[in-house]
């Protein structure tokens, strides 16, 4: 399997793709408006406080205030107004309310995580080994912070993972000192695109193609000073004058991953639908009739869906709760295979998923924690005219609606003249039904929304 980062800046955003065998696997983008903030550290300023300390209200700097909520009501932590504080961006803002803070904050390393109000040493779940898990603990005996140690950390001698724990520790420290001697402020980028391209650039990666002479030089620096020049070989910089994301066709993948519906190979589909509440996916077989016996085709074509269900939960950043309509299978170990091959391709997800399961409705449901923003926010906004819902009034509808008003408008008015703004087939079926002579028609279809205006003219 090839695998491919490309990095694109253009005064508008910066765009950066991870590409597997020419597929889009991954996309993040940042626009100097629209920053990620979630994973970033600030120095906030303590505003208000509601419920005797169970909200705390927090100015870090943003157009809107921020807030700390504690389930545990046991143990609030005591503060005052005024107070100043290290907090940590959990969540972005949404549905009107603003970012949710947590002051347990973390410091994100290409192996490890340094906790740096915890003591806690935790190892990442998808190492199972128990020889594995102990030799990786015994490494870090003495240290007096909290520490999580990622999947790939297996990979990497002890003193890496040390040296790597000094540079996170230098990192902790100067957000200290900085907390001290600045005002309320931003003490760490968590959400810079250039890092993410150092925590993704690795061994596995075949080529890094960057179209900008600034941030091919950034990150270049950036690997020496790390000591990693050994991936500067896989360093390309495009030329052409054809946009590099339209080049290697990122652009027709990024417009396929935003459809409602996303066809697969055999000719089945998967049907993504979002809601407030969560997101559904519900899997059918579509085209894919093939020569196969009806439960054998209703197998492989919910085994087949796994994959790209993983794939476009990933690539449009979907969280909250998901819950996946599989076509329904009658043997409980067909259902145990399908759940097995999910959990194979949502293992290489970044983010933590957790309670996946069969529900007694034979729904697979589970939750995906919600980091930055889909990939929908970027290229698409909510239609003013269907406010979101998909549909426009049908034209039956909009006739009735019209006939109700002209006739109370005729009923009630003195009127010289009546001009009805519409589409041209509604004219056409007013007129069949309607003979006023006072009426004017007028083409126009941009009454969306209601789907034609009336103007009168009284004597």
Do not use: W
């Not at 765009?15 to 979630?38: F, G, N, T, V």
């Not at 970012?99 to 904050?105: G, N």
């Not at 870090?140 to 990622?150: A, E, P, S, V």
């Amino acid at each position: 399997m090839s695998k491919c980062l490309i990095l694109s800046k253009n005064t508008y955003e910066t765009k950066l793709a991870l590409l597997e065998d020419d597929k889009l696997e991954e996309i993040y983008i940042e626009r100097e408006k629209e920053k990620e903030i979630s994973g970033n550290i600030y120095k906030g300023k303590i505003i208000d406080i509601l419920n005797k300390g169970e909200i705390i209200f927090v100015d870090i700097g943003l157009e809107k205030n921020t807030f700390l909520s504690f389930e545990n009501k046991k143990n609030i932590p005591k503060f005052n107004i005024f107070d100043s504080l290290i907090v940590q961006v959990e969540t972005e803002a949404r549905d009107g309310k603003g970012a949710r803070l947590t002051f347990d904050y973390s410091i994100n390393g290409e192996n490890l995580v340094l906790l740096p109000n915890s003591k806690n040493l935790s190892i990442s779940k998808k190492i199972e080994d128990l020889e594995t898990i102990k030799k990786l603990k015994d490494i870090f005996l003495n240290i007096d912070k909290g520490l999580i140690l990622r999947t790939k950390s297996v990979e990497k001698s002890p003193e890496v993972l040390l040296e790597e724990y000094k540079k996170l520790e230098a990192i902790d420290n100067q957000i200290k000192k900085d907390f001290k001697e600045k005002n309320t402020t931003l003490l760490y980028d968590n959400n810079s695109i250039l890092k993410k391209a150092l925590t993704l650039l690795d061994e596995d990666i075949d080529e890094f193609i960057i179209d900008d002479e600034d941030n091919f030089n950034k990150i270049k620096n950036t690997l020496e000073e790390n000591k990693k020049n050994y991936l500067l070989k896989k360093f390309k910089k495009y030329f052409k004058d054809e946009d590099i994301f339209s080049y290697y066709k990122i652009d027709a993948q990024i417009e396929r991953a935003l459809d409602r519906k996303v066809y697969l190979e055999s000719g089945a589909s998967i049907v993504i639908e979002k809601t407030e509440a969560l997101v559904s996916i519900d899997v059918n077989t579509g085209q894919n009739t093939g020569n196969q016996s009806s439960q054998n085709l209703i197998f492989n074509t919910n085994l087949e869906a796994c994959k790209e269900i993983a794939r476009q939960i990933k690539l449009r950043n979907l969280a909250g709760i998901i819950i996946i309509d599989f076509i329904d299978l009658k043997k409980n170990s067909d259902r145990k295979k399908i759940l097995e091959e999910l959990k194979r391709y949502l293992k290489k997800d970044r983010m933590e998923i957790n309670s996946l399961d069969f529900s007694h409705l034979g729904l697979v449901q589970f939750t995906r924690k919600r980091q930055g923003k889909e990939l929908s926010f970027y290229y698409r906004e909510k239609c003013h005219y269907c406010e979101g819902t998909s549909y426009l009034l049908s034209k039956d509808r909009i006739i009735l609606n019209l006939f109700a008003e002209l006739n109370s408008q005729i009923k009630y008015n003195d009127l010289n003249k009546i001009v009805i703004k519409t589409k041209k087939d509604i004219i056409k079926e007013i007129k069949k039904l309607i003979s006023n002579p006072k009426i004017e028609y007028e083409e126009d279809s941009n009454f969306y929304k209601e789907g034609y205006k009336i103007e009168l003219y009284r004597r």
